[in-house]
């Protein structure tokens, strides 16, 4: 029989090997769109992790929307842009001082750039550089503008050695961070076994969560970490999240 007939390429082993197929690609698009949502929401900013493989990847920076923002105003269409008050400058820079290494602590409010967070009335975005880092953080303020109830935010490191492992994750924490963790340290993979995320979550006090982590990220680039702090009050509404990452908000990062 010719091989080629039609009675030959509509047998059922092709059918079967066309729908696993099909399966797989539908499993790979949704996958996909998954690590494409979490990136645009800066959930897992992967684009800024791997900025030289990822980084043409769409997301939702603030610092870009203030940029454009400021050029549609230049160009006739403006857009109110929300003042932020010397108080909430000054809560952060003092606040600041009490979490970080002092070589991270920027000299003034001067320093940081300030912009308005669209999606919390009291929400604000700060970043500033130092030497060897880039800070990214978000904090909240209480209503009367006064006091920082909720804090997040990200440095960005320097290379690290050729080998990683939990111990070396948690000791280059104590590179960053000026205060001692008092809970437990725990390690799970994010989502693809080259991250690998270790934290330290505890209850600071009767009204008061802390965390502090570090991310690691191993690619042909180099090996990367990402250090993490957050701090939430009873006045937020982040105080009921066992981790700093929202992927871990109901399970914890557990040892």
């Known amino acids: 029989m010719d091989p080629s007939s039609p009675n030959q390429q509509n ?35 992967l684009s800024k992790l791997l900025p030289n493989y990822l980084g043409f990847l769409p997301h939702r920076p603030y610092a870009e ?19 932020i008050s010397e108080g909430t400058k000054q809560a952060l820079t003092s606040y600041l001082p009490t979490i970080l290494d002092p070589s991270l602590v920027p000299a003034s ?9 669209p999606s919390s009335q009291q929400g604000f975005i700060a970043s500033w550089k130092t030497k060897e880092k880039n800070i990214d953080s978000s904090f909240r303020m209480s209503q009367d503008l006064k006091k920082i109830i909720a804090v997040d935010f990200y440095a960005k490191g320097s290379e690290l050695p050729s080998s990683i492992s939990r111990e ?17 340290w725990g390690c799970k993979r994010v989502i ?14 009767e009204n008061s969560k802390r965390g502090l982590g570090a991310l690691t990220i191993t690619s042909p680039a180099g090996n990367r970490i990402v250090y993490y702090l957050c701090e939430h009050t009873k006045e937020s509404d982040l105080y009921s999240w066992k981790s700093c990452r929202p992927e871990f908000l109901k399970t914890g990062v557990t040892p």
Not at 14 to 30: C, P, R, T, Y
Not at 66 to 83: D, Y
Not at 192 to 205: K, P
Request: hydrophobic fraction near 40%; proline fraction near 6%; include cysteine.
């Open 168 to 184: 070396t994750t948690m000791s280059t924490a104590a590179e960053v961070f000026s205060i001692e963790p008092k809970g437990t």
């Open 11 to 45: 047998q059922p082993g092709n059918k079967g090997m066309f729908g696993m197929l099909s399966i797989g690609i539908v499993i790979v698009s949704i996958f996909i769109l998954l690590v494409l949502a979490l990136n645009y929401f800066n959930v897992l900013p």
């Open 109 to 117: 409010s001067s320093d940081i750039n300030f912009t308005k967070d």
């Open 65 to 83: 929307s203030l940029r454009i923002e400021n050029n549609n105003s230049k160009q006739g269409f403006p857009t109110p842009i929300p003042l």
């Open 192 to 205: 693809v076994e080259t991250m690998l995320y270790c934290e330290n979550f505890w209850e600071q006090s």
